[in-house]
Antibody
């Protein structure tokens, strides 16, 4: 059974940093693109970033470019999202998901709240 | 960035009735298009990809159609578990973009 479990969310002040993690199991992690998608409270979905199987290709939505970094550790079956210079508008549930084009498997999400 | 526009924002339907949801892309996405369902407190679930192919385990009352810029999701006979928010998504270009969602509520 495919499982994706996010962790690392919490309350952080504007300008602060946070690292999200996603532990993957139930599939061969190093053969799939992986993605992060976020959802602000009561709002829709925004695809934040994705990363190729070997980490050689990464894509970011403009709103996070230069502030967020997606990475992976295939030996640990883990996906990460390093978030710097956080803004109030980055407040959202962050989902880890499997895929490059469509997202057939999602984690349960981790809430990031940016507030003073 | 391709903008995805869903209509209506809210759809009130009685159980057993048919529901038709629409999504329009600001430019052609060919058939690189998907639908998701999201229930409160849950992650989205993939329903349809390739505009018309049901994902694994999705009941056949869900069907998708369209290509280019106009797409439709039809739920042939609404069940109680189908009341949720539905999102469209294009994957023709980066960034992948979602519509703002259509809430299907009980009439």
């Amino acid at each position: 059974e495919v499982q994706l479990v996010e962790s690392g969310g919490g309350l952080v002040q504007p300008g602060g940093s946070l690292r999200l993690s996603c532990a993957a199991s139930g599939f061969t992690f190093n053969t799939y693109w992986m993605s992060w998608v976020r959802q602000a409270p009561g709002e829709g979905l925004e695809w934040v970033a994705n990363i190729k199987q070997d980490g050689s290709e990464k894509n970011y939505v403009d709103s996070v470019k230069g502030r967020f970094t997606i990475s992976r550790d295939n030996a640990k079956n883990s996906l990460y999202l390093h978030m710097n210079s956080l803004r109030v508008e980055d407040t959202a549930v962050y989902y880890c998901a499997r895929g490059q084009f469509v997202l057939a498997y999602w984690g349960q999400g981790t809430l990031v709240t940016v507030s003073s | 960035e391709i903008v995805m526009t869903q209509s209506p924002a809210t759809l009130s339907v009685s159980p057993g009735e048919r529901a038709t949801l629409s999504c329009r892309a600001s430019q052609s996405v060919s058939s690189n298009f998907a639908w998701y369902q999201q229930k409160p407190g849950q992650a989205p679930r993939l329903l349809i990809y390739g505009a018309s192919t049901r994902a694994t385990g999705i009941p056949d009352r869900f069907s998708g159609s369209g290509s280019g810029t106009e797409f439709t999701l039809t739920i042939s006979s609404l069940q109680s578990e189908d009341f949720a928010v539905y999102y469209c998504q294009q994957y023709n270009n980066w960034p992948r973009t979602f519509g703002q969602g259509t809430k299907v509520e009980i009439k």
